[in-house]
Nanobody, 121 residues
Framework: QVQLVESGGGLVQAGGSLRLSCATSGTIYRVNAMGWYRQGPGKQRELVAT???????NYADSLKGRFTISRDNAKNKVYLQMNSLKPEDTAVYYC???????????????WGKGTLVTVSS
């Protein structure tokens, strides 16, 4: 089965930086997109950033310039560099992969269990 595991979360001070990592395992025939989403306390899950298989990126407007998504194809990892963190960034961050495990499957979304980022003021 496809599995995604996030790491790198923790407690940081406002203005600090943090890099999240997402390691993937299992057979993926085609990756359509990868991305990061987050869910703060009492809030709905929201888009942080995505990257298509072609390398194009999409960011939440409020996060442009502070967050950067990247990937290491050789190691099957995707990263999220977070700079100038604010208390409002406190949330559980989830790694997402949209793809298919073989030629005959439909593309589906896979999710990690999340990693908690807490930004103190």
């Amino acid at each position: 089965q496809v599995q995604l595991v996030e790491s790198g979360g923790g407690l940081v001070q406002a203005g600090g930086s943090l890099r999240l990592s997402c390691a993937t395992s299992g057979t993926i025939y085609r990756v359509n997109a990868m991305g990061w989403y987050r869910q703060g306390p009492g809030k709905q899950r929201e888009l942080v950033a995505t990257m298509s298989s072609g390398g194009s990126t999409n960011y939440a407007d409020s996060l442009k310039g502070r967050f950067t998504i990247s990937r290491d194809n050789a190691k099957n990892k995707v990263y999220l560099q977070m700079n100038s963190l604010k208390p409002e960034d406190t949330a559980v961050y989830y790694c997402n992969l949209r793809g298919k495990v073989d030629y005959f499957d439909n593309a589906v979304d896979y999710w990690g269990k999340g990693t908690l980022v807490t930004v103190s003021s």
